[in-house]
């Protein structure tokens, strides 16, 4: 089975500090996706990346940053964490073909207060 | 911006009705897919539709695609308390040598037993 895994279940920062969130898949795959999930708002694609060391914007970019350093890990960086971006963030990967279904990590609810 | 957009937002059914959740989005598409969360949990894949398809079955489950009106359906046949849950569709498209995959805002399933 595919194991896609988020660092930590729930987590609680302060205003202004430097949050990584990290995630690890275990089957080799090449795509793989920071999201964010609000209420009201759904899934919104923060960062994805299709190879180490690529990346690319989704639709919410500002005030995060990622980071591929190694295929099987992608990890999502708050430069200076505010208390919008109070959320759930869930990783997800998959393979590089367009039929390819994406696995998901069971998310990190971060507090910001 | 949100690709897909899932309607209704609200669903709540009694057992054994079927229940129907459909998906607008923008842009070209690759394929859509649907997935399903559980309550707190991460996404879980359920189906796939090319963009060259019209129909596709899986158990309970029936995808229609209309690449005309950009828009796609989910029927849920002979609904289950189980089938309690969130469901989403998702977009694939195709940039220079990735693939980003959008989700819609979602449908969120009661069954009532």
């Known amino acids: 089975d595919v194991k896609v895994t988020q660092s930590s279940r729930y987590l609680v920062k302060r205003t202004g500090e430097k949050v990584f969130l990290e995630c690890v898949q275990d089957?080799?795959?090449?795509?793989m996706f920071w999201y964010r999930q609000d209420p009201g708002l759904g899934l919104r694609l923060i960062y994805f990346s299709y190879d180490v060391k690529m990346k690319e914007k989704g639709d919410i970019p500002e005030g995060y940053s990622v980071s591929r350093e190694k295929k099987e890990r992608f990890s999502l960086i708050l430069e200076s964490a505010s208390t919008n971006q109070t959320s759930m963030y869930l990783c997800?990967?998959?393979?590089?073909?367009?039929?390819?279904?994406?696995?998901f990590g069971q998310g990190t609810r971060l507090t910001v207060v | 911006s949100q690709q897909g957009e899932e309607d209704p937002q609200a669903l709540s059914i009694q057992e054994g009705e079927n229940a129907t959740m459909n998906c607008s989005y923008k842009t070209s598409i690759n394929n859509l897919q649907w997935y399903r969360q559980n309550s707190g949990r991460g996404l879980v894949h359920l189906i796939l539709?090319?963009?060259?398809?019209r129909e596709k079955h899986s158990g309970r489950l029936r995808v229609t695609l209309d690449t005309s009106k950009k828009s796609s359906s989910l029927l849920i046949t002979a609904s289950r308390a189980a089938d309690t849950a969130s469901y989403f569709c998702a977009t694939d498209a195709r940039g220079r040598g990735y693939q980003k995959v959008t989700f819609g805002i979602g449908t969120k399933l009661q069954v009532i037993p």
């Open positions: 539709i090319r963009s060259n398809e």
């Open positions: 089957m080799d795959h090449e795509n």
């Open positions: 997800a990967s998959s393979l590089a073909r367009s039929s390819a279904e994406a696995f």
